[in-house]
């Protein structure tokens, strides 16, 4: 682990059962950075997020916050450390309002939460104009946009982002990614993103390859775009 070191996972090996995914893996996060992991379909990006939650508690090797082991943590224990997790799956309430979905991101938030919303319509002004509409009939950008909302709403230290741009439209793309830049700046905030554009990689201070299960590359954002790989998986070559 470096002085630096704000996430550090140590050699991990992690799984589903019998069914191994990820092998030895160790990667950094250093406070105030943008990290984005990138690779192939099935590589183990989200198992690895899920790892790091313990969602999925690791098989073998440890990961450490701001020093402290939590690799025995559960999700609740490293939320209560001031981690957000925004999986892929948009995680919304959709039978809820959207201002009521903004206000259980914040359940266990000390600060005002109307700051909080004052920061996010900010960034997304659409969530001001529908905060009464339930959830479930926003639009497909929308709902991501809310799902990412709820999970600044606690103003997290570290924000964890399972590809917060799966399914968008690309014009939506752009503005999405724009926004979590802008929240990251204005927040002060660390980001550990699965990147799916290269625009994330771009924004990036620095990256990982994952392929199958293993950190193949490990460099600044700039970098990582001059790897063949990394061209062959986003721009085919
Ligand atoms: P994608 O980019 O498609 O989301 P990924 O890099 O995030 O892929 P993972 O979702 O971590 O990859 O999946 C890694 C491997 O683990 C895949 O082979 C997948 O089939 C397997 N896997 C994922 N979830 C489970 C599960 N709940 N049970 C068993 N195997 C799983």
Do not use: C, W
């Amino acid at each position: 682990m470096s002085d630096n070191s704000f996430l550090s996972v140590e050699d991990v090996t992690s799984g589903y059962g019998m069914i191994e995914v990820l092998f030895d893996i160790s990667m950094e996060v250093e406070k105030g950075q943008f990290v984005v992991l990138i690779g192939p379909n099935g590589a183990g990006k989200t198992t690895l997020l899920r790892s790091i939650m313990g969602i999925v508690p690791p098989q073998k090797g440890r990961v450490y916050h701001s020093g402290d082991d939590v690799t025995d943590l559960n999700p609740e224990q490293m939320l209560q450390r001031n981690i957000s997790y925004v999986p892929q799956e948009r995680n919304i309430f959709a039978e809820m309002s959207v201002e009521d979905n903004l206000e259980m991101g914040a359940y266990s938030y000390e600060g005002d939460p109307e700051e909080r919303l004052e920061l996010i319509f900010q960034v997304f002004p659409i969530l001001k104009e529908r905060l009464d509409q339930e959830a479930g009939t926003l639009s497909g950008g929308q709902r991501q946009m809310l799902a990412i909302s709820r999970g600044i709403m606690m103003e997290p230290e570290l924000l964890i982002l399972d590809e917060p741009t799966s399914g968008l439209q690309p014009n939506l793309v752009t503005d999405v990614m724009d926004s979590i830049v802008e929240l990251q700046e204005k927040d002060d905030m660390t980001i550990l993103l699965v990147a799916q554009t290269d625009q994330a990689i771009r924004e990036a201070d620095f990256g990982y390859l994952i392929r199958s299960g293993e950190i193949v590359l490990g460099t600044e954002g700039d970098k990582l775009l001059e790897s063949d790989e990394v061209m062959d998986l986003y721009f085919g070559g």
